[in-house]
């Protein structure tokens, strides 16, 4: 599997931005689809945003559709998650996530997470 470190989140007032990243090693990193989820407190994990291996293809949530971009850059081996007009349930532990089936139904690898605090 690959490993995956997220870097980038933080605290930021709503309305405001964040850009996350996901740091990529131990395999060839273009063999994967990759993809950010996130859990808030009290609440089950769920699906941001997935992306090809390529890149050619994006899907996200409707929760975060026209606010959040993802993006990646295989050359070097790392993700993105570009998060703008953030709102406080936003608010969550995002998770970065990579697998070769391109839907990432079961993930085999994941990150540590990384925190996001948007504040009203």
């Known amino acids: 599997q690959v490993q995956l470190v997220e870097s980038g989140g933080g605290l930021v007032q709503a309305g405001g931005s964040l850009r996350l990243s996901c740091a990529a090693s131990g395999r060839t990193f273009s063999w994967y689809a990759m993809g950010w989820f996130r859990q808030a407190p009290g609440k089950e994990r769920e699906f941001v945003a997935r992306?090809?291996?390529?890149?050619?293809?994006?899907y996200y949530a409707d929760s975060v559709k026209g606010r959040f971009t993802i993006f990646r850059d295989n050359a070097k081996n790392t993700g993105y998650l570009q998060m703008n007009s953030l709102k406080p349930e936003d608010t969550a532990v995002y998770y970065c996530?990579?697998?070769?089936?391109?839907?990432?139904?079961?993930?085999?690898?994941w990150g540590r997470g990384t925190q996001v605090t948007v504040s009203s």
């Open positions: 992306i090809s291996y390529s890149g050619d293809s994006k």
């Open positions: 996530a990579a697998d070769p089936d391109v839907r990432l139904l079961r993930p085999g690898s």
